[in-house]
């Protein structure tokens, strides 16, 4: 079955970095969509990035725009958030999720933006404080 493991949250300062890792496994890595999600206490969740792992194009949110990458290592499995920069309203759960898309799908990560994510990680916490 799809499973989908989170790890590198943690406790930074504002201004620092992190950088979060998913490792999927179940399913045909190359080809499909993965998303990096958050939750806040009291917030609704939010798509932070996302990429087609079929080509690598990607799409971020305006919250995330200049400050976090998205990138996949096809040999690991593994695709991996780094965030820089990091203000107080990163801090949140950071979920990767996964939408399992047609082999025709357009190869873009407006695309994969748009999809419904049917498979989550446990979550990784990030905090970031003053």
């Known amino acids: 079955q799809v499973q989908l493991v989170e790890s590198g949250g943690g406790s930074v300062q504002a201004g620092g970095s992190l950088r979060l890792s998913c490792a999927a496994s179940g399913y045909t890595f190359s080809s499909n969509c993965l998303g990096w999600f958050r939750q806040a206490p009291g917030k609704e969740r939010e798509g932070v990035a996302f990429i087609y792992t079929g080509g690598g194009s990607t799409y971020y949110a305006d919250s995330a725009k200049g400050r976090f990458t998205i990138s996949q290592d096809n040999a690991k499995n593994t695709v991996y958030l780094q965030m820089n920069s990091l203000k107080l309203e990163d801090t949140a759960m950071y979920y990767c999720?996964?939408?399992?898309?047609?082999?025709?799908?357009?190869?873009?990560?407006?695309?994969?933006?748009?999809?419904?994510?049917?498979?989550w990680g446990q979550g990784t916490q990030v905090t970031v404080s003053s």
């Open positions: 999720a996964a939408a399992l898309v047609p082999p025709w799908a357009p190869r873009r990560g407006t695309y994969c933006y748009r999809q419904q994510y049917n498979y």
